[in-house]
Nanobody
Framework: QVQLVESGGGLVQAGGSLRLSCAAS????????MGWFRQAPGKEREMVAA????????YYADSAKGRFTISRDNAKNTAYLQMNSLVPEDTAVYYC?????????????????WGQGTQVTVSS
């Protein structure tokens, strides 16, 4: 079992930055690939970024490329999403998720564990 708790969301002006954290409890974090997803009102959930178990491979959605960075610190059982150059279209609830896999996981349905989400609001 892995329990996930996100933090770091908030209100930021366009062009600003936020760093989301995802603290994991449980002994299996090291064996899990991690992902960040978001869901805006009236829209479907979408993947933002993913990282493999070692933090050596990453994936970014087109909307995140060049602006967001996913990382993890296995010693701290924590995953991160650094978000720069934020735009109002980034406004959403952001979720971290863990998959019982070592490599990159792209499909949301393959993630077994989910956090409760953290709100990110970008004002224009």
């Amino acid at each position: 079992q892995v329990q996930l708790v996100e933090s770091g969301g908030g209100l930021v002006q366009a062009g600003g930055s936020l760093r989301l954290s995802c603290a994991a409890s449980g002994r299996t974090f090291l064996n899990c690939a991690m992902g960040w997803f978001r869901q805006a009102p009236g829209k479907e959930r979408e993947m933002v970024a993913a990282v493999n178990w070692r933090g050596t491979s990453t994936y970014y959605a087109d909307s995140a490329k060049g602006r967001f960075t996913i990382s993890r610190d296995n010693a701290k059982n924590t995953a991160y999403l650094q978000m720069n150059s934020l735009v109002p279209e980034d406004t959403a609830v952001y979720y971290c998720a863990a998959a019982r896999a070592l490599g990159l996981v792209y499909a949301g349905e393959e993630y077994a564990y989910w956090g409760q989400g953290t709100q990110v609001t970008v004002s224009s």
